[in-house]
T-cell receptor, first 114, second 114 residues
Framework: KQEVTQIPAALSVPEGENLVLNCSFT??????LQWFRQDPGKGLTSLLL???SQREQTSGRLNASLDKSSGRSTLYIAASQPGDSATYLCAVRRRAGNNRKLIWGLGTSLAVNP | GAGVSQSPSNKVTEKGKDVELRCDPISGHTALYWYRQSLGQGLEFLIYFQGNSAPDKSGLPSDRFSAERTGGSVSTLTIQRTQQEDSAVYLC????????????FGPGTRLTVL
């Protein structure tokens, strides 16, 4: 059974710091992995999607890496800003085709202090 | 529309009543997903629609839950004889096509069953 774990559960940093959020999954046979951001009352926003054949994806100050063999992904946020404060979720899709179920972590709640 | 919309934003109901939650996906998006997020728990996949059909209903927790999608657009999630454990935020997401994975989420409906 695929399980997704995110550590830390919460993180508070001063503005400007570089930081790393961790996501681990128990079954390395995945189709892709996604990182999302959740803001209160605003739903979820997809940040980065990494296919199983890829090692990393970058978008602006965000970089996500994937190591399938060790069952790990990291989300790196460079030069953090107060606007980055949110809950960050990772989710794993197990296979292609009509099985679209995503397995979700519980998230890391990030606070970036001015 | 500009994004995924959901209504109502909040719903308070009494135990045993039926509720209907609505999702209006981004125009032209063929795939639609329903999730549930309970307090302190990760997101839970409920059902996936491709067009008007639902190839994956594996996440519906009981036969009290049903969903339909008409005209390849709006979807309704119906919960019959609501129970207190149904209290959660119900999230809807859509993707551009069945093969695309970047999901665009609505703001959710917060359901409270008294």
């Amino acid at each position: 059974k695929q399980e997704v774990t995110q550590i830390p559960a919460a993180l508070s940093v001063p503005e400007g710091e570089n930081l790393v959020l961790n996501c681990s999954f128990t079954d390395s046979a995945i189709y892709n992995l996604q990182w999302f951001r959740q803001d209160p009352g605003k739903g979820l926003t997809s940040l980065l999607l990494i296919q199983s054949s890829q090692r990393e994806q970058t978008s602006g100050r965000l970089n996500a890496s994937l190591d399938k063999s060790s069952g790990r992904s990291t989300l790196y946020i460079a030069a953090s800003q107060p606007g980055d404060s949110a809950t960050y979720l990772c989710a794993v899709r197990r296979r292609a085709g009509n099985n679209r179920k995503l397995i979700w972590g519980l998230g890391t709640s990030l606070a970036v202090n001015p | 529309g500009a994004g995924v919309s959901q209504s109502p934003s909040n719903k308070v109901t009494e135990k045993g009543k039926d509720v209907e939650l609505r999702c209006d996906p981004i125009s032209g998006h063929t795939a639609l997903y329903w999730y549930r997020q309970s307090l302190g728990q990760g997101l839970e996949f409920l059902i996936y629609f491709q067009g008007n059909s639902a190839p994956d209903k594996s996440g519906l927790p009981s036969d009290r839950f049903s969903a339909e999608r008409t005209g390849g657009s709006v979807s309704t999630l119906t919960i019959q004889r609501t129970q207190q454990e149904d209290s959660a935020v119900y999230l809807c997401a859509s993707t551009q096509s069945g093969g695309a994975d970047t999901q665009y989420f609505g703001p959710g409906t917060r359901l409270t069953v008294l």
